[in-house]
């Protein structure tokens, strides 16, 4: 048993402390406040590397550290830490991405007057992050998923005095709220099946055999209620809507939320709690398995379509993340745990590096989002194209050198094997010709062809915003050789199997289908948006060429679908219509009922007035007048006069003793 | 004959009207708390007495609860003295017949 | 415990504290509580509390005494002596007292003399502070802190 495991407590920990530090410091701290972030961060990081070693030395290792938090009756509420090779991969990428992302803010911020107390939410909620991963109990990985919820909200509306900021942060949080309704439910329902919330607890946890015989059928109704939950964090169908507009917060915000904390949090739960998933499978396939692949590809292929009409920078990365969160749970859910937490980890690396390269092109652009007003940046920007370039390959699953090219794969490959349904085979094929579409489209736009207005005086950022992004593109690409069929590393250290290398294994049938379908989507968008970049200097490229051949269907997709509207539409307009009609009711129906008891009243009253006025009123008078001279005398009491104070309480004294003589 | 702990209780009362009487009697607020302190020395006087008549001395309870009585008044003192120099400061005056802001 | 001591000290004590109680001149009234509170040490040493002796000289006399000696001389514009006199304040003062005395008198189960005991050594008083009191000895070392901070600020200088 490794030493790591009695100390894992302080990965989460180490953030939050540095958090609540900065939160004390004053505002024009500045340097301080980002120096004991980033220190934060990297004592994280160090101590992921630590824990990161002992799983590397046992194939399947995992070490609990379970104790109890509080004690009621009978029953013992106990919390745990876990380290297995799923929670130590996690850390590991978290810890290194948050560090690149906190490292690139010193250079995006620096003229925030938010900067303390955005350093401040950036360890809260990388903190929290970590605490998620580390959780042994359902319990304590909830308290840590409600903390990054809190400060998502708080980052989201960081810039509070703007109210569409302000409403982003409401919106992102009352959606995963939702989510987190069922994730609760579904908490409390287990605990009450199995008695304990505990991962693994030495054969007792509600993962492992002994906890999972006693859920029976209720299982697959709990996973759905927790995989809610997810469905709310990780942005799917159909509480995708918050992720798009929590573009509002800064950049590096965005990256933060998309590529290593919050959305990450729900595939990752989906990927911990798998055995309730998987529990009863025939063939690998459940109810709940199944729910999950749907939703997946729904997500997946809705957000990669809506993508494609987006003009602004950012958005149309949102709508790439939602899209390739939906591909991680089709691969979690048709059985391949570890391919979606390969793409969520390669994700992490890629996404970060396209959200802070957008950071860079936005501040090189003096806050222009439009991709349409930029253009012809590569030769203003060289770093953060290339490194661009590198994320967005990563992307869209170049095959080869990238690491999103064989996670990808890895995911088709399982998803292939679905045995129900060809269905969201084809449909994922679909989805990694979009997604090459709409990023070669993005980057045609920004980087090539004639810059237009906002590109006139784009400057490249400064060394301390491209070095993250070149360490983010190395990471990108260096993590392909761990994750290649010839020598598929970190499969089977998710797995727990041992590595052997087969150079037979690189060459397979699917590395040309991917290979196709990615120069599909890339050769039809140069084609389509060949003239796009190249129009003259001032105008702003304004008709999408898709926009031109098919003017409805871009509308529809440029409108997100209309579900913001549908909601709107239906479930506001249900409650509006439930509060109008409400509304109505106390107006009409029950306000009737209190007059009617009002006019029984009055005519009560108007008898009971006469009494009053000639036989009460006058005893009532005579007794304010004694009230009136009573409370004269006693004020008298009040003199003010400290001395008379303790003499009274003095004779107070006597007549207690007196009294007691009396008694006894 | 030894004294008893009735007499050591009489002697405690006695000096407690005498602190009750110059905290009632005279207008001086320094007065006042010379008899407040008198008073509060009468009841660890009892403390004291209590203790070494109890049935079982060897344990300190009553000295402890003396100890610790001390030390709050004379914490209670020092206040007390601060606020007669605030108020005499205020009013110009420390006769409390005059201090009388709390008149109902 | 012999009784001449204690009538000596019982006698000593009251007509100090009845001095500090009637006097006129301030300054002689404090005085005369010094004197009273000695007695009342030597009261203490008599019923074998000699820390608590000990302590009730220091802080009292030796802290509290010169207090309210400094107190007079802050405020000596004021009076010098004190004149007024409140003969209801005495009738309550023997009111209590014979009541306290009565009860005493009327309780015969108190009529008992001091058993031998192992001397109280502050060994024994500083393991007791340090084991079954420490909370009560923390609190009230806070507490003196906050009364020490109070009286400074109660007595600072007003900003102008």
């Not at chain 1, 004639?450 to 400057?459: D, E, G, I, P, V």
């Not at chain 2, 001086?28 to 302190?37: T, W």
Request: with cysteine; glycine share 8%.
């Amino acid at each position: 048993m490794s030493l790591i495991i009695h100390y894992l407590w302080l990965i989460p920990a180490v953030p939050l402390v540095a958090s609540l530090a900065i939160l004390s410091l004053a505002n024009a701290w500045r340097r301080s406040a980002a120096a004991l972030a980033v220190a934060g961060q990297t004592a994280a990081l160090a101590l992921s590397a630590v824990a990161f070693l002992p799983t590397l030395q046992t194939h399947g290792f995992r070490a609990v550290q379970n104790f109890t938090w509080f004690t009621f009756g009978d029953n013992a509420l106990r919390l745990g830490f876990v380290l297995d090779p799923l929670a130590a991969a996690m850390l590991l990428m978290i810890s290194l991405v948050g560090l690149c992302i906190f490292v690139f803010s010193i250079g995006y911020m620096a003229e925030d007057k938010n900067f303390v107390r955005f350093f401040a939410y950036l360890s809260f909620f990388s903190g929290a992050m970590l605490g998620v991963v580390v959780a042994n109990s359902l319990l304590l990985l909830f308290i840590f998923w409600e903390l990054v919820g809190l400060a998502s909200y708080l980052l989201i509306g960081l810039w509070i005095e703007r109210p569409s900021a302000a409403a982003a942060a409401k919106k992102a949080f009352i959606t995963t709220r939702i989510g987190d309704m069922g994730f609760f439910v579904g908490m409390l329902w287990l605990y009450n099946r199995s008695g304990t919330l505990l991962f693994y607890d030495d054969g007792k946890g509600c993962l492992e055999s002994a906890g999972l015989a006693m859920l029976g059928a209720s299982a697959t109704f709990i996973a759905l209620l927790i995989f809610f939950g997810a469905v709310g964090k990780s942005g799917q169908f159909p509480l995708h809507v918050w992720l798009p507009d929590a573009m509002e917060g800064p950049t590096p915000v965005s990256a933060l939320i998309h590529a290593a904390t919050m959305v990450a949090a729900g595939v990752f739960l989906v990927a911990r709690v798998y055995p309730l998933f998987s529990l009863g499978a025939i063939n690998g396939v459940t109810s709940s398995l199944t729910v999950v692949v749907w939703i997946g590809v729904t997500t997946a292929l809705m957000a990669a379509l809506i993508a494609i009409a987006q003009a602004d920078i950012k958005r149309i990365l949102a709508y790439s993340t939602v899209s390739q969160l939906g591909l991680m749970m089709v691969s979690l859910g048709v059985g391949g745990m570890a391919a979606g937490i390969m793409h969520l980890l390669a994700h992490g690396f890629f996404k970060a590096l396209l959200f802070l390269g957008s950071g860079s092109v936005i501040h090189g652009c003096h806050s222009e989002q439009d991709i349409r007003k930029m253009g012809g940046l590569r030769r203003f920007m060289p770093v953060t194209f290339v490194t661009y370039a590198i994320g967005m390959m990563a992307l869209s699953g170049v095959p080869f050198f990238f690491s999103g090219g064989w996670t990808k794969e890895e995911i088709l490959h399982a998803v292939g094997h679905w045995p129900p349904s060809r269905a969201p085979y084809y449909l994922m094929f679909a989805g990694v010709v979009l997604t090459a579409f709409y990023m070669t489209r993005q980057i045609i736009y920004v980087f090539f062809g004639n810059s237009r207005t906002a590109a006139k005086q784009a400057h490249e950022s400064p060394p301390v915003m491209t070095i993250p992004l070149i360490v983010l593109a190395l990471g990108a690409i260096l993590l392909s050789i761990v994750l290649t069929p010839a020598w598929p590393w970190l499969h089977d250290y998710l797995t727990g199997e041992s590595v052997h290398f087969e150079i037979g294994r690189l060459i397979q049938p699917m590395l040309f289908v991917s290979l196709a379908l990615v120069s599909a989507g890339i050769g039809i968008a140069v084609w389509m948006y060949r003239k796009a970049g190249v129009q003259d200097g001032d105008r702003p490229a304004d008709i999408d060429p898709l926009e031109h051949a098919q003017p409805a269907l871009f509308r529809f997709l440029a409108n997100k679908m209309w579900i913001d509207e549908l909601y709107a539409r239906t479930v506001i307009a249900f409650s509006w219509i439930a509060a109008l009609l409400s509304d109505w009711m106390d107006r009409y129906f029950w306000d009737g009922l209190v007059r009617g008891f009002g006019a029984i009243g009055q005519v009560f009253a108007m008898f009971t007035a006469g009494v009053d006025e000639r036989g009460i009123n006058t005893g009532v008078d005579e007794t304010t007048v004694g009230a009136r001279g009573l409370g004269r005398l006693m004020s008298a009491a009040h003199s003010g006069q400290i001395q008379i104070y303790l003499g009274i309480v003095a004779i107070g004294m006597l007549a207690l003793l007196l009294l007691y003589a009396w008694l006894a | 004959m030894t004294p008893t702990l009735q007499i050591f209780l009489i002697v405690s009362a006695a000096l407690f009207s005498i602190g009750l009487l110059a905290a009632l009697s005279r207008r001086h607020a320094i007065f006042i708390l010379i008899g407040i302190e008198l008073m509060l020395a009468a009841a660890n006087l009892n403390f004291i007495a209590f203790w070494r008549f109890a049935p079982q001395p060897h344990q300190p309870t009553g000295v402890m609860f003396a100890i610790f009585s001390i030390a709050i008044s004379a914490a209670e003192a020092a206040v007390g003295l601060a606020m007669v120099i605030a108020v005499y400061r205020h009013y110009h005056t420390t006769n409390v017949d005059q201090l009388n802001q709390l008149k109902g | 415990m012999s009784s001449a001591a204690f009538v000596i000290i019982a006698i000593f004590t009251l007509a100090a504290a009845l001095a500090a109680a009637t006097l006129r001149k301030l300054m002689h009234a404090a005085l005369s509580f010094a004197a009273a509170l000695v007695g009342l040490a030597a009261f203490f040493f008599l019923l074998g509390a000699e820390f608590v002796g000990l302590a009730l000289v220091f802080i009292y006399i030796g802290a509290v005494a010169v207090l309210i000696v400094f107190t007079i001389l802050l405020t000596r514009r004021d009076v010098g002596e004190d004149r007024g006199f409140n003969w209801a304040g005495v009738i309550i003062a023997l009111a209590v007292f014979c009541g306290l005395t009565w009860s005493i008198l009327a309780t015969q189960s108190i009529s008992i003399v001091a058993p031998h005991i192992r001397a109280l050594t502050v060994k024994r008083i500083g393991e007791a502070l340090m084991t079954g009191y420490v909370w009560p000895l923390q609190c009230v070392g806070v507490l003196l802190t906050a009364a020490l901070i109070g009286a400074l600020i109660l007595v600072m200088e007003e900003k102008r």
